[in-house]
């Protein structure tokens, strides 16, 4: 079987300076808000070209605490608007209903899956106060269009880059755009660590020093609580192991890029649309994303031939239990995407022999 992504030889490509970081940790007798979590915040704040970087549990606390933080600092209240795109992962909606504010979902662009700056612009209404944009399976979303917007109507904006470490626009990388910027480190995502792990990017100051008091019960100074906060931080010992990652991130990004080049060339099927692909380095190929109106017969004829597909995503959130108030809404371009897409194997460690058995029988497939 082709995995559809198999972590344990990204992981074993780097054991040795694993084993040497983690040994390092262990040695160190320091576990938590050490030295290797204020490390890997510098090297990855400077990777993403912003001031500041606020390692944090997970990219689900990465966003909550981020649009709490606004809360935190009136900048949002209960109940304000924050337009979202209605086909995304459902940890941004989370972020939202977590606070209370309310989520206003909006179609996405059908070609590249992000918010589409026309659609969003007609969400806006005198309550919308944010926009959570999501770089959705690696792509870039469109950010100079979006922070227009945002500066024409004083919205704030915060990026979901939780699966697009690295992708930029004109050399301006996801995570410098917005207001600010949740990033996910869980082991699947770009940049992974061997557990969980997430980080807020921002440049600025005032709002970083919240987000790390409020990850930290709330407190900003050893035993003084300015807020009701939570325990959200990241680990000495996946930060030693982020930076290990870090410094390969760029090579793995190239080799994601090759493998989608080697799909787009070589899937020929009049029946499968393939992903739209706009500058090179906008796309960092979190997820290769194909569409078929047949989508689960195309996943059975390529588990046939032993290449493992999985479905990003079966459900939109809207249709989810967990937002049961929305099961009656209406989003059809969400919900085609929904009943459509296929993610094919793409991976820093992908052969280029797996490559061409993946596009084979990709071309190789008839929907009758
Ligand atoms: C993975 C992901 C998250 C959540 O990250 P976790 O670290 O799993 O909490 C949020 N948004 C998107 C788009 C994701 O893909």
Redo the contacts with the bound molecule.
Sequence with gaps: MIPFLDLKAINQQYRDELVEAGTRVIDSGWYIQGQEVEAFEREFADYCGTQHCIGVA???DA?TLTLRAWKEQGRLKEGDEVIVPAN??I??VLAITENRLKPILVEPDEATFNLCPEKTAAAITPDTKAILA?H?YGQIAPMKEIMALAKAHNLLVLE?A??AHGASIEGKKAGSWGDAAGF?F?PG?NLGALG?G?AVTTDDADLAKTIRALGNYGSHKKYENRYQGVNSRLDEIQAAMLRVKLRHLDEEIEHRRKVAEHYLANIDNPVIQLPAAGERESHVWHLFVVRTDKRDELQQHLSENHVQTLIHYPLPPHKQQAYVEWTTLNYPITESIHGSVLSLPIGPTLSFADMKIVAGSCSAWSDN
């Design positions: 997970n990219g689900l966003l995304t992962y940890a941004s999501v959705l979901d939780a699966q996910s869980y995502k969980d997430g």
